[in-house]
T-cell receptor
Framework: KNEVEQSPQNLTAQEGEFITINCSYSVGISALHWLQQHPGGGIVSLFMLSSGKKKHGRLIATINIQEKHSSLHITASHPRDSAVYICAVNARQLTFGSGTQLTVLP | DSGVTQTPKHLITATGQRVTLRCSPRSGDLSVYWYQQSLDQGLQFLIQYYNGEERAKGNILERFSAQQFPDLHSELNLSSLELGDSALYFC?????????????FGPGTRLTVL
């Protein structure tokens, strides 16, 4: 079993929809990261969380340490949000989930 | 633009060859991390350097080595290349040596081994 599991693997949404991507992990962590990988390959750090909730624009990330679970929400999704979203946890080192491919259709 | 630079952007080489990938961290960042992203394995941590010293080691093959120089740039050396080494190689940098800190990723080097 992978230490970091993401769901869904693929997600297609219509523009304007509310999107949720989930991440569960099985190890003790000091922080959890949400990353965005663009079609060209570049990786951008969206959030680093160790508790609670963070918001940046239309993106919201939450974490429940007791349940070992985090969610990334995108409100009012837009085609430019189409990317791979990757959850990563700081355990002994940064360990990555397999990513969620999000496609937002106009 | 993260402030992290990587060269070259693309590299095509043959099996058995040796290549060097270069990374310059963000100004002020002392930690450099190397990651490999392949289609079958996803993103994997290879190695971390902090201020010139190896800090942590992940799934790095013995054929691979890295170093961080006094000006803080880092190089990842891949030798005796195999087809399976074809992947995207990212470096990232952060301020801290350990503990959770935001990492800033470079644009990656796409290595193709033929």
């Amino acid at each position: 079993k992978n230490e970091v599991e993401q769901s869904p693997q693929n997600l297609t949404a219509q523009e304007g929809e509310f999107i949720t991507i989930n991440c569960s992990y099985s190890v003790g962590i000091s922080a959890l990261h949400w990353l965005q990988q663009h079609p060209g390959g570049g990786i951008v750090s969206l959030f680093m969380l160790s508790s609670g909730k963070k918001k940046h624009g239309r993106l919201i990330a939450t974490i429940n340490i007791q349940e070992k679970h985090s969610s990334l929400h995108i409100t009012a999704s837009h085609p430019r949000d189409s990317a791979v979203y990757i959850c990563a946890v700081n355990a002994r080192q940064l360990t990555f989930g397999s990513g969620t491919q999000l496609t937002v259709l106009p | 633009d993260s402030g992290v630079t990587q060269t070259p952007k693309h590299l095509i080489t043959a099996t058995g060859q040796r290549v060097t990938l270069r990374c310059s961290p963000r100004s002020g960042d002392l930690s450099v991390y190397w990651y490999q992203q392949s289609l079958d394995q996803g993103l994997q941590f290879l190695i971390q350097y902090y201020n010139g010293e190896e800090r942590a080691k992940g799934n790095i093959l013995e054929r691979f080595s890295a170093q961080q120089f006094p000006d803080l740039h880092s190089e990842l050396n891949l030798s005796s290349l195999e087809l399976g080494d074809s992947a995207l190689y990212f470096c990232a940098s952060s301020e801290l040596a350990g503990g959770p800190s935001e990492q800033f990723f470079g644009p990656g080097t796409r290595l193709t081994v033929l």
